[in-house]
């Protein structure tokens, strides 16, 4: 089946380790995108991609670190210098960037620092 | 600048009663698109409709419902005869050219269905 994946789906961080998380697309998608959620909040976005080897800043950067090898992959390290890693992390693919088509979005995974 | 808001937190009705879902956003660009999705306990954002700028139709599949006005900058979600299985978060979200690429989503709002 054409999805997204992410993995794995519970994460615990101890204090001051760097954790990557896992999303593999295979929908052919040229545009990936991270976003956190937090409780009672909105999504907000962390990094996105257009094109393999190409990646922006979102709202929300800070301490955190992508990369786009390969169009399927795009693994999110949570970093040490981000302070507040607790929250539901998401990844989503699109086939373009812009409104014009619709986001797809993996299962997440909700990362836990201990 | 762009945002949505979502001023309802959380809705509970009783199974079978009709429930409107507000959105309001703002953005100084005139092409954009509103986005609505839904997220389920499971945690995955199931993608509802998308409507752009320049397209006022309402729209209606199965028991949803779109209002898209934009004289009051608002596209609000309308459930007919609802049901447990509508029980999820909802969430509105806007995509404009002003923004990063991404969309920029509202709180969101915890729908509860009673039986």
């Known amino acids: 089946d054409g999805g997204i994946t992410q993995s794995p789906k519970y994460l615990f961080r101890k204090e001051g380790q760097n954790v990557t998380l896992s999303c593999e697309q295979n929908l052919n998608h040229d545009a990936m995108y991270w976003y956190r959620q937090d409780p009672g909040q909105g999504l907000r976005l962390i990094y996105y991609s257009q094109i393999v080897n190409d990646f922006q800043k979102g709202d929300i950067a800070e301490g955190y670190s992508v990369s786009r090898e390969k169009k399927e992959s795009f693994p999110l390290t949570v970093t040490s210098a981000q302070k507040n890693p607790t929250a539901f992390y998401l990844c989503?693919?699109?086939?373009?960037?812009?409104?014009?088509?619709?986001?797809?979005f993996g299962q997440g995974t909700r990362l836990t620092v201990v | 600048a762009q945002k949505v808001t979502q001023a309802q937190t959380e809705i509970s009705v009783v199974e079978k009663e009709d429930v409107t879902l507000d959105c309001v956003y703002e953005t100084r660009d005139t092409t954009y698109y509103l986005f609505w999705y839904k997220q389920p306990p499971s945690g995955e954002l199931v993608f509802l409709i998308r409507?752009?700028?320049?397209?006022?139709q309402n729209e209606i599949s199965g028991r949803y419902s779109w209002n898209f006005q934009k004289s009051t900058s608002s596209f609000n979600f309308t459930i007919t005869a609802s049901q447990v299985v509508d029980s999820a978060v909802y969430f509105c979200a806007l995509y404009s050219g002003g923004g990063a690429d991404g969309l920029t989503f509202g709180k969101g709002t915890h729908l509860i269905i009673q039986p």
């Open positions: 409507r752009n700028s320049f397209d006022e």
């Open positions: 989503a693919s699109s086939l373009g960037t812009g409104g014009d088509t619709e986001a797809f």
